[in-house]
């Protein structure tokens, strides 16, 4: 096999300026700082915060932040851009909300996100807190479960102390839609007439008795 090379400048030689732009590498993973999991933010205007990322050829960064109010990240809340470590965004109050940041630099190349992180901004009057976003206990997250049942479970918190009911959403669907279970009291559900070698999903959203809810993220196993 022969290689034709422009005799007019328009190639490239071996180690060239388009080899540099192929070698170019993605910077690190910014670690967030501020807000973190089950964080309460007294004040819906937020600075959010986060060590800064590094960049293997020195290329200037800047980062993306996304918040959400479910862990999918669809629909978007706010999607903004940052030259710094830092930036204040503006929330409605008394929300739960889920938050992520990657870096991108100056030729495109992107980190990955980071682990979504979880928090809420306080209500008016400080009254009633948003319940936090519910915990995994079992099955383990991309885990693979044997047999046609199993049982989902969580733990959920309220600062407020308030009394909480969970719905349960359980299908086949990344972003999972069938309730299968609403204003349960119990923090465990027993899904059953599972397929063999599927995936399913499910999430839970938490309510306290003054009507206020959060969305889970979420969570997926395998059958055998």
Not at 70 to 82: D, G, M, Q, R, V
Not at 188 to 210: C, E, H, N, P, Q
Request: net charge negative.
């Amino acid at each position: 096999m022969f290689t034709m090379l422009s005799c007019g400048g328009g190639g490239s030689e071996p180690g060239g300026e388009e080899e540099e732009e192929n070698l170019n590498t993605a910077p690190t993973v910014p670690s967030q700082v501020f807000p973190l999991n089950n964080t309460i933010c007294t004040d819906n205007n937020v600075i959010f915060e986060w060590n800064a990322s590094t960049d293997e050829e020195g290329n200037r960064i800047t980062y993306t932040i996304e918040i959400s109010e479910n862990s999918s990240f669809s629909p978007l809340t706010k999607s903004e851009t940052s030259f710094s470590e830092s930036r204040l965004i503006s929330l409605e109050k008394g929300k739960a909300y889920y938050w992520r940041i990657k870096a991108v630099d100056s030729r495109n190349a992107e980190s990955e996100f980071s682990p979504a992180m979880q928090f809420v901004t306080e209500g008016e009057g400080v009254s009633n807190h948003v319940p936090f976003p519910p915990t995994l206990v079992s099955p383990a997250q991309d885990s693979e479960v044997d047999g046609t049942s199993a049982e989902l479970s969580w733990t959920a918190s309220d600062v407020d102390g308030d009394s909480l009911t969970f719905d349960v959403y359980f299908d086949t669907n990344e972003n999972p839609t069938t309730l299968v279970s609403e204003n349960q009291t119990a923090t465990t559900y027993t899904a059953s007439g599972l397929s063999a070698t599927t995936r399913y999903y499910f999430k839970i959203v938490v309510k306290d008795d003054k009507g206020a809810s959060s969305i889970g993220q979420v969570w997926s196993f395998t059958t055998k």
